[in-house]
């Protein structure tokens, strides 16, 4: 595991995560292996039918264009 990149994806995360709390969402960091992002988000988030959009568009293109390791975001139910 690559402690530094996990560290800079924990601090994207706290970063991002007000904009996601404001709309009634939380995002929490799950793992990172094998180049992909692995989070959990629950509340409005977790029904969300735009969630999808969210992760890919939002999440993923702020991780990756930060950290170019990144190859892919998941969201784990």
Known sequence: M???VT???ISLIDKIRPF???DGGN???????DNIVYVR???ACAECQ?????LSNGIEDILINEIPEIKEVRNID
């Open 41 to 43: 988000l629950s509340g």
């Open 27 to 33: 995002i929490e960091f799950v793992k990172y292996e």
């Open 2 to 4: 690559n402690d530094e």
């Open 20 to 22: 996601i709390v404001s």
């Open 50 to 54: 735009l969630v999808d959009v969210t």
């Open 7 to 9: 560290l800079k994806i």
